[in-house]
């Protein structure tokens, strides 16, 4: 099902994109090489539960997964990409670190993820999936907008990824958000230009192009949740949940 906001969601959906948001920037602000997987799940469990909102992830238990996750946010390292479990693990210098954090608040959802180098360094593979996640999700946003046809959002992110030379997962991609998470339409991070459905105004799409450096292949973790690449290679994941406007569309997170 596509669910179309009224004008008091999407006042309401401003909000819960600004805590995601808050939320993401306060925990990349305060980890650094020693810091353990478990205590960012502990901080963003609080941040969540004193801004009263509620997660997503806790009792999340689709089909794709070792149901419920039981975790507040995912932390995918290096060569996880995907709905990473937080494990008892601290992170060093030069990990890649990707959170992905939805919560609801008063009924609306928003979705985001981003990925960092941990510790300040800058290795060059890693910044360069990193900014194609980013200038992915970047086209998608500026191609965006009513009347537009999801393909040409598809397009526009596969443009990026696999100009700069990766190919493209279609297992996972974007999707459609509202008052639940995970909804219609789905986002492929590849398509054609002028097919599919027409973006309206009140949508609410979470935009998520993510890459791997030299497969398309994912194999999942012995934890049942984790997703990494089949090579061990590294990745990164970007996304933004955005709003389809009269105007054109807003970023919310
Ligand atoms: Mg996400
Ligand atoms: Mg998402």
Not at 43 to 52: C, K, N, S, T
Request: include cysteine; charged fraction near 20%; charge should be negative.
């Amino acid at each position: 099902m596509i669910e179309i906001l009224s004008p008091d969601e999407l006042r309401r959906a401003r909000d819960t994109g600004a805590l995601v948001h808050r939320i993401l920037r306060t925990l990349r602000d305060r980890t650094r090489p020693g810091t353990n997987l478990l205590e960012i799940d502990r901080w963003a469990r609080q941040m969540v539960e004193e801004a009263g909102a509620v997660s997503c992830y806790v009792d999340y238990a689709p089909s794709f997964g070792r149901g419920p996750f039981g975790h507040y946010i995912c932390t995918s390292v290096n060569d996880a990409v995907l709905h990473g479990l937080p494990h008892d693990r601290a992170l060093a210098a030069g990990d890649l670190l990707t959170l992905d954090l939805a919560v609801s608040l008063r009924g609306v959802v928003a979705d985001s993820a981003i990925s960092f180098v941990v510790g300040g360094t800058r290795p060059p593979e890693a910044v360069a999936l990193i900014d194609a996640t980013e200038r992915a999700l970047a086209a998608a946003i500026a191609t965006a907008g009513p009347g537009v046809h999801l393909g040409d959002v598809s397009a526009a992110i596969g443009g990026v990824l696999e100009g700069a030379g990766y190919s493209v997962n279609t297992e996972f991609g974007g999707h459609g958000v509202g008052s639940t998470m995970h909804q219609d339409p789905h986002v492929s991070n590849t398509g054609r230009p002028g097919r599919g459905y027409r973006l309206r105004p009140g949508l609410l799409l979470a935009i998520e192009p993510w890459v791997m450096a030299d497969t398309a292949e994912l194999v999942t973790d012995a934890d049942g949740w984790t997703l990494r690449s089949a090579t061990g290679c590294l990745t990164a994941h970007s996304e933004h949940t955005v709003a389809i406007t009269e105007e054109g569309v807003e970023v919310l997170t």
